[in-house]
């Protein structure tokens, strides 16, 4: 009944955008109605705190809870969301190189990705054992790649599903886009690489202009100041 009725609260669509997210974080013991609520209430208590202790918080507080209602799934989601996306693409490169392996071996797509997903170690591996247990209680092969997919936040991971669906219907042969897909990984995370490289001598240049250069005057000029006081 609680349920029900904090369910009711809530539009559609916001619900389902959060639900969404959710999704993507994978096994995670948030629940989107969980989540809501606490932004809801978490909000109302703001509010309340702004307006009693800021003698301008009849202006600030709703500014304030604003903002904060709207940017918190962003602060609390997205950031989640975006490092599992790194480390999935960081596993995807080894898991579907096996994957490959074991198609060239002989085995068909289903047993070839349960033989995988039990032999590699990885929560890529458990969201595909998750699909294929998806697929042993009556589930479509299909359905069971489609809801894995909802749940995996990497576009790469989900082209490379895009395919493993397509070659399951039409009998197509995964291996020679299993391979590109991983050149296309690996060339990402090249790039990727390289960016943080290419900006490591302009954090450094910060740091030295906030700490190291007025230290630096201070050694210098504090001698001088010092005679000059005394």
């Known amino acids: 009944m609680e349920n029900s009725f904090s369910r009711r609260i809530y539009n559609q669509k916001t619900y389902d955008a959060i639900d969404s997210k959710i999704m993507l974080l994978g096994k995670t013991k948030i629940t989107t109605l969980n989540f809501l ?27 304030i809870v604003f903002l904060y209602y709207y940017f918190i799934p962003t602060i609390v989601l997205d950031s ?32 070839a990705i349960e033989l995988t997903s039990n032999s590699v170690e990885s929560e890529l591996s458990m969201e595909f054992q998750r699909m294929l247990n998806e697929v042993r ?25 895009l395919n493993i669906k397509q070659a399951s219907i039409m009998g197509n042969d995964i291996n020679e886009t299993l391979r590109n897909q991983l050149s296309y990984i690996r060339e990402t995370k090249i790039l990727e690489t390289r960016a943080y490289i290419s900006k490591i001598p302009l954090k450094i240049s910060v740091i030295s202009v906030v700490f190291f250069i007025p230290l630096l005057l201070l050694m210098i000029l504090g001698p001088i100041i010092i005679e000059y006081i005394g």
């Open 80 to 111: 989640r969301i975006k490092r599992r996306k790194k480390k999935l693409e960081q596993e995807a490169i080894f898991f579907f190189e096996v994957l490959s392996l074991s198609v060239e071996s002989g085995n068909n797509l289903f047993s």
């Open 37 to 63: 609520n606490f932004r809801l209430i978490s909000s109302i208590i703001l509010f309340f705190v702004i307006l009693y202790f800021n003698e301008w918080g009849y202006i600030l507080a709703p500014i």
């Open 137 to 161: 209680i009556g589930k479509s092969f299909v359905d069971s790649v489609d809801s894995l997919s909802k749940r995996i936040p990497s576009d790469s991971i989900k082209n490379i599903l």
